[in-house]
């Protein structure tokens, strides 16, 4: 007697069986069947996002050797650290969709992938690094709690951790400031340069408006995004202003106000046309950022290829 032949499920029935899983809220995991686009997309959400948290190692990074004590210094070293972290995470979870993470870099540094426009402004001051830590790791927060209920399960899994250790930058930078504000005018004008500089660029970290949004439906249809642009950039609003409040700093908004019928914040327009700019490559380190990436990894690619090496013998 013949072994009975197993079954192979149409197209038809994997994409129901996958559209079925995204209905129940359940996690789609790397083995299973998954759409084209929904694959792609993914992709090119997780590249960006690994690309971000390895270009934002640069704008803090340029006061590892500058800050101002010893204790300062190591702080500002282990948080650049857990950037690299991130970054590492979050291209293995690309790899687990067939991604290959050289090939990721090199359309990061060739422009062909993006990353997070707030990494293409200068770090003019140390107060610069408190206010990253404040109101850039407290966007990103705000934008990747929601990620850990993620569809797609390594995503998902990674920003658990990820936004640990990004409540923890957010303190750091909070303390950081706290500290400048109790210390000289010169200091306390310090913080207030760098928040008027920050805060509308930390604005857009959140994306174009929801009309304006391409990939926002499908994503949402899919539960990759779980929010909407507008509506995470309103909480982050409404988080931020008894923030700047309790630090003693204003924000650059004249039409900041508070909405006393939905207890939400009003505010002022996005400066849009910015924000097209710095995404496509025309901010104002957009070229030292990328720059500096090649370099990186031209310069260190003896590393790369003596430690292949040497996987690859002990694998022999
Ligand atoms: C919300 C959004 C960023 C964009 O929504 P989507 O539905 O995906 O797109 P949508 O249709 O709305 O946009 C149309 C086009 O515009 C692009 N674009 C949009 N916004 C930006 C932007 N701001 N910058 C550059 N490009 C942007 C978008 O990709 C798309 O282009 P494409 O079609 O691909 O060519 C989403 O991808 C997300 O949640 N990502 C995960 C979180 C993440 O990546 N976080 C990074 C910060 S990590 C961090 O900060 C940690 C840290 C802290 C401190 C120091 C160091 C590290």
Redesign the pocket.
């Known amino acids: 007697m013949s072994a009975p032949t197993a079954v192979r499920p149409t197209e038809d029935e994997l994409q129901a069986q996958f559209d079925a899983t995204i209905a129940a809220d359940r996690r789609i995991e790397p083995r299973d069947w998954m759409p084209e686009k929904y694959r792609a997309g993914l992709v ?2 997780i590249a ?2 690994a690309h ?2 390895i270009i ?2 640069q704008p ?1 990074g340029d006061w590892l050797l500058r800050a101002p004590s010893l204790r300062r210094k190591a702080v500002l070293l282990a948080k650049v650290q857990d ?1 690299a972290g991130h970054g590492m995470y979050l291209y293995s979870a690309a790899e687990t969709l067939g991604a290959d993470r050289a090939d990721l870099t090199d359309k990061l540094v060739t422009g062909k992938q ?5 990494f293409n402004y200068p770090t003019l001051t140390y107060a610069d690094c408190g206010v ?1 830590g404040w109101l ?2 407290g966007a ?1 927060i705000c ?2 709690v929601p ?1 850990c209920r993620s569809s797609y399960g390594p995503y998902a899994r990674a920003m658990i951790r990820v936004c640990k250790e ?1 409540s923890f ?1 957010q303190r750091q930078g909070y303390e950081l400031l706290m500290t400048m504000m109790r210390g000289t005018p010169e200091q306390r004008a310090m913080v207030q340069d760098a928040v008027d500089r920050w805060w509308w660029p930390s604005l ?5 408006p929801d009309d304006d ?4 439906a499908q ?1 949402m249809a899919w539960g990759v ?1 779980r929010h909407s ?1 507008d509506e995470l950039r309103q909480r982050f609003v409404d988080m931020s202003v008894p923030q700047a409040a309790a630090l003693g700093v204003t924000l650059p908004d004249p039409e900041l106000a508070l909405d006393e019928t939905t207890g939400r914040y009003r505010f002022g327009q996005i400066d849009w046309t910015e924000f097209k700019q710095v ?1 496509s490559g025309n901010g104002p380190c957009n070229e030292e950022r990328i720059t500096r990436r090649r370099a990186a990894r031209d310069d260190n690619a003896w590393v790369t290829e003596a430690a292949t090496a040497y996987a690859a013998k002990h694998s022999a």
């Open positions: 090119r959400q960006q996002h971000s948290e934002g190692m803090e950037e993006k990353y997070s426009s707030i990253i850039v790791d990103a934008n990747q990620l990004e930058h857009m970290m959140f994306g174009p949004s391409p990939n926002s994503s995004k642009n995404i």
